[in-house]
């Protein structure tokens, strides 16, 4: 026995349900809350990256004669799904968001939008974030293939935000774990935050037979990679294999060896720097993926915040480091860091009314509906003090 939804989901719908579309939504959502009924289907975005239409079937339970009908049982299965899936997306049209608690099966936030519109419909006010010095972009590229890049330039001269780094919280206090993977839009909602984006790498912690599960859920107990700082603590020490980002009280973004030991008032950490001293140092790769990328001008008064859809065909396809490299370097970047990325590539926008808002189509999904991933820390952009003390 399922215990009831209301004790795993919340869903906030954008419009007004009746009892009848209420109860669609919650068998629609049960449904793909059910792995077991649902892995059949379930092809991750990496798999249709590499353009293979082949998933892990997990065993089907069945009764005697029933044995000899797998594919039936699947094929009633998945057609049971999309009928759900259907219903769900023609009674609410416009967003449903399904937060996962600790408890809850679901991989993440169910953001159901046609991915073609959800920059439209998230309804980004470009004056609004203008007048705290940030610019939003949305670049639709066609070669080498289709790609849509989210592209957010922060003035820092203006001294209208203050980037600061949030940390999920920690589940086990002094033990191996230095983060609860956490619903993003959590993270950074309730703080004045103007923008967000997904930051460091990490990885699950081993059992006891020593299996790491990378089927991430909200709750889950991480380990962060790389330098993590938040208002001067530090919960992640810098480590070997990541790059460093250091943000100083004084405003000034340091990536790599750059004002190494400079304390850091925030810090957080990428894969590999793809620009440096203006050079483009990423070497040419065909590995293509969602991609996240921080980068700064010479004089640190600049800063780039760059999101790549990703894993999504004709839609978006991703960017080698490479690609991603040069593209920061187009943008005027003198150093370039590769954040984490795939489906941990986000980058999330405030209205006037202080809603945040997804701007840019995560790669994780199931049934093309896709989903938020959970993660154990963000860098967001928050209204400076001077702006958090003055009249609304």
Known sequence: MHAPLSEHLTIRAGCDSTPLIETLQRITIRVMAERRWLQ????????????????????????????????????????????????????????????????????????????ATRATRTQIDEAFLAGFGLEYQLKKLSSPRPNRVH???????????????????????????????????????????????????????PDATGKKNRKWFAGQAVDINGLAVAAGIERSPKGKECLPVRMTAQGMVMIGAEGADAPAGEGMAGFQQIVKAGKLVAPPSDALAPRTALGINRDSSLLWLVVVDGRQGEYSGGMSCHEMGACMLELGCWNAVN???????????????????????????????????????????????????APQ
């Open 339 to 389: 954040m984490d990325g795939g489906g941990s590539s986000v980058m999330g926008l405030a209205a006037p009314d202080g809603k945040l808002h997804v701007v840019n189509s995560p790669s994780d999904s199931i049934l093309n509906f896709h989903f938020l991933r959970p993660l154990p820390m963000i860098l967001t952009l928050q209204k400076a003090a001077s702006e958090k003390k």
């Open 40 to 115: 059949p289907l379930f092809v991750s975005g990496r798999n249709r990256a590499q353009g293979s239409q082949r998933a892990k079937l997990m065993p089907v339970e069945q009764p005697g004669c029933l044995h000899s009908f797998p594919r039936l049982l699947q094929s009633v299965r998945s057609f049971s799904i999309g009928i759900c899936a259907v219903l769900l997306v023609a009674v609410n049209p416009d967003r449903i968001q399904a937060s996962a608690d600790s408890d809850a099966t679901l991989p993440g936030t169910l953001l159901v939008d046609n991915p």
């Open 151 to 205: 592209i957010l330039r922060v003035d820092l001269l203006k001294g209208r935000v203050e980037p600061a780094v949030i940390v999920a919280p920690d589940p086990d206090g002094d033990g191996p774990a230095e983060a609860a993977l956490t619903d993003p839009l959590k993270l950074a909602a309730g703080r004045q935050t103007l923008a967000f984006i997904n930051t460091n790498p990490w990885d699950s912690l």
